[in-house]
């Protein structure tokens, strides 16, 4: 499936970005809410391979999709993303467009997308940490 764009008007720490712009770079779209107790155990594996693959062509893009009214509140999730760190790209999906685009149902959910823009992998909930990164640096070989 080739990866929906990402069209949301409000970006933290980053200028929207397009994934036809991201085309040769591999790219994480992780779905997620800070109240979402299962999106804060992802959340330092994510942390991680940003840190670690981001020079090598790695991007992680952040949707930040809410579950519940008190998550719509874009000064509170500009605090948690400050206090936790987080400094990949962060998109607020408050009206559910790309959340919809992708047709997803849950938090947390991880869509790694190769250097052509085609969905090749999707994790949904915990686990399996060992098994994406290993496709995260298998993707980063891969050539256009």
Known sequence: MK???IMNEMWLNSLPLKLMDLKGKVVIVEFWTFGCYNCRNVEP???D???KYAEHGLV???VHSPEFAYERDIDKVRQYVAE???RYAVTIDNDYSTWNR???HYWPALYLIDKQGIVRYVRIGEGGYQDTERLIQSLLQEHL
């Open 3 to 5: 990866a929906p764009d």
């Open 45 to 47: 594996h994510v942390k």
């Open 49 to 51: 391979w940003h840190k």
């Open 60 to 62: 992680v893009i952040g």
């Open 84 to 86: 936790h760190d987080i």
């Open 102 to 104: 992708y047709r997803n």
